[in-house]
């Protein structure tokens, strides 16, 4: 049985340009979130997607956009990247039967801006 | 909005130690808080969740508590091995939703 996977595992892009990472759920799992990393601090929660729909955010700006497929993979997109994007991205998947908890994580996509 | 903060930021023992690792919280009205692992460039492994309505999990040499009034949790890891050395996160679940974490402790336990 899969786990969370991610791809790319890792990424390099330049500032101002835009980048998709992916994200497949745990099998059985309905409920998609996505957590921002920069090294040496804890994950950040940036948003949440289930039945195709945003259903919270965190704090970050319009440049972060996500999307969940009928098939409940999710993917994430940051617009006009800035050097401060650098990090590793999490997903994590739930059932929303379980109220979201526990989120198993996958091992994320490490993303740097030149 | 909860705030999540970990004593000590770095923690280095030698091998067979019993050591505490400390997490606060702001906000006590929380579903439930989690304990994480994070290995280098890796993703979390979840350690163990305590729901609101307990006191603490165990896991082989793990041991979470949670004292909701005070805003605190701890993590007790029995025994120390040089395997153990990771960073451990701990995360609180006010909404259902999103994870709050703290920044986390860095241990690494000495052969």
């Known amino acids: 049985d899969a786990g969370v996977t991610q791809s790319p595992t890792h990424l390099i892009k330049t500032r101002g340009q835009q980048v998709t990472l992916r994200c497949s759920p745990k099998s059985g799992h309905d409920t998609v979130s996505w957590y921002q990393q920069a090294l040496g601090q804890g994950p950040q929660f940036i948003f949440q997607?289930?039945?195709?729909?945003?259903?919270q955010r965190g704090n970050f700006p319009d440049r972060f956009s996500g999307h969940q497929f009928p098939n409940y993979s999710s993917e994430l997109n940051v617009n006009a990247l800035l050097l401060g994007d650098s990090a590793l991205y999490l997903c994590?998947?739930?059932?929303?039967?379980?109220?979201?908890?526990?989120?198993?994580f996958g091992d994320g996509t490490r993303l740097s801006i030149l | 909005k909860q705030e999540v903060t970990q004593i000590p930021a770095a923690l280095s023992v030698p091998e067979g130690e019993n050591l505490v690792l400390n997490c606060s919280f702001t906000d006590s009205a929380i579903y439930n808080l989690q304990w994480f692992r994070q290995d280098p460039g890796k993703g979390l492994t979840s350690l163990l969740l305590i729901q609101s309505s307990q006191r603490e999990q165990t896991s082989g040499r793990l041991n979470a508590s949670l004292d909701k009034s005070s805003g605190r949790s701890t993590l007790y890891i029995a025994a120390s091995q040089p395997g153990d050395s990771a960073t451990y996160l701990c995360?609180?679940?006010?909404?259902?939703?999103?994870?709050?974490f703290g920044g986390g402790t860095r241990l690494m336990v000495k052969p």
């Open positions: 994590a998947s739930s059932r929303q039967d379980t109220g979201n908890q526990p989120q198993h």
């Open positions: 997607y289930y039945e195709e729909e945003e259903r």
């Open positions: 995360a609180a679940n006010n909404a259902g939703n999103m994870l709050t």
